[in-house]
């Protein structure tokens, strides 16, 4: 099937006196796909020296090989599968490549990522977020997965070459997402990694992950009945927003047909006090924010926010976002990259290696995945 290729530039929202700067994009139809595919990662899969695009499925795990802008080649992981839809990629059987974790297994590369992956069953919950990091200090990734039904857990993956049961431990109660995708890090610095899971944080407070204390900090938000699980239902990704040395927390809201975007403001590098900023607005976007990236799209030298609407919006009002940092205090702009295009757990990267950061999407009930191509540099 020839791949489809559309043109498009940014429609921007301005106040005066304010010049927009996000580039054109080109957006570009990769291929099809199943349905409910869920959360990814773009990475070297191949080591080729650029970004392929790999993800979980309630159907089948898959990735796309990047071999041009339009040209783009699907591969099966493998015809197992048990999740929802969280999928993280490490290392797990310490040989130098990168295999997948999803739901109650593994899937080990086992060096030629284009053949079937080897499917090894380890009991992990079915779960809805999975991030990969080193949260016990012992120089090797663990498995950290969070489900609404299940919970929050980690898992000790020293012992995964072996089909049997990972090491685990709960951490909390779980919600509709929260901890992806970027949601673990050192909040309170004290060089440890923490989580945050929505709108509470958990403190490593041994530092070998044996201890979580729960931190109820990020009010910002503000939704009544705090537990319902989609009113807590958030992307997140931690970074140092304000140059002062500790670490911020971006969120939007997902599974809500009026989320909302914003950066909570670490006061005191102990995660006790945050500020929040409003990204998009205090009252919401009109969309489902299902997907969430930050990165510097117009090469300004400061974060730009990329997200747009999920599952839970009607098809004739989704829309996809960059809300451009103007470097004003608390002035974003907002820009209207498409319409009419569902966004579930996009992922952001510079894809072609060109120097300028693209983006890769997809819908959640759709068979189609997108890459766009960010003009910026050609």
């Not at 795990?61 to 992981?77: A, R, S």
């Not at 709960?170 to 989580?195: E, F, N, Q, T, Y």
């Not at 829309?319 to 498409?338: A, M, P, Q, R």
């Amino acid at each position: 099937m020839k791949n489809l290729i559309y043109t498009f530039f940014a429609i921007s929202i301005l106040t005066p006196q304010i010049q927009a700067q996000i580039p054109e994009f080109e957006l570009i139809e990769m291929g099809d796909a199943d349905s409910q595919l869920g959360q990814g990662e773009l990475i070297d899969l191949d080591n080729d020296g650029d970004l392929d695009w790999i993800m979980g499925s309630q159907e089948l795990p898959m990735w796309f090989e990047y071999l041009g802008n339009d040209q783009w080649k699907k591969h099966i992981i493998s015809y197992t599968t048990f999740t929802e839809n969280g999928a993280a990629t490490l290392d797990v059987d310490q040989d130098g490549d990168l295999d997948l974790a999803s739901g109650n297994g593994w899937y080990e590369n086992t060096g030629d990522p284009t053949h079937e992956f080897t499917y090894h069953e380890n009991k992990a919950i079915i779960s809805y977020d999975n991030e990969a990091a080193d949260i016990d200090g012992d120089g090797m990734d663990e498995l950290i997965a969070l489900s609404y039904l299940e919970g929050l857990y980690w898992y000790d993956i020293r012992e995964g070459k072996e089909d049997k049961r990972w090491k685990e431990k709960k951490i909390a109660d779980g919600v509709r997402g929260g901890i992806s995708p970027d949601g673990i890090g050192d909040i309170d610095c004290d060089d440890d990694l923490d989580i945050v899971r929505a709108h509470v944080w958990y403190e490593n407070t041994d530092g070998d992950a044996s201890n979580w204390k729960p931190h109820r900090t990020i009010t910002g938000f503000g939704r009544k009945n705090v537990e319902n699980l989609n009113q807590n239902s958030m992307r997140t990704i931690l970074h140092d927003m304000d140059g002062d040395g500790d670490l911020d927390i971006v969120q939007s809201e997902a599974n809500t047909i009026n989320g909302r975007v914003a950066w909570h403001e670490n006061k005191d590098c102990e995660g006790i006090n945050f500020f929040t900023h409003w990204i998009s607005s205090s009252e919401g976007s009109g969309q489902d924010c299902h997907s969430l990236c930050l990165a510097d799209f117009d090469n300004d030298g400061d974060m730009d926010v990329f997200s747009g609407g999920g599952p839970k919006v009607e098809s004739y009002n989704q829309k996809l976002f960059i809300w451009e940092n103007t470097g004003k205090e608390s002035i974003w702009e907002k820009h209207v990259l498409f319409e009419r295009k569902e966004s579930f757990e996009a992922v952001c990267g510079d894809v072609d290696a060109d120097g300028d950061i693209d983006i890769c999407f997809k819908s959640w009930k759709g068979d189609k995945v997108y890459f766009l191509k960010n003009k910026l540099i050609d």
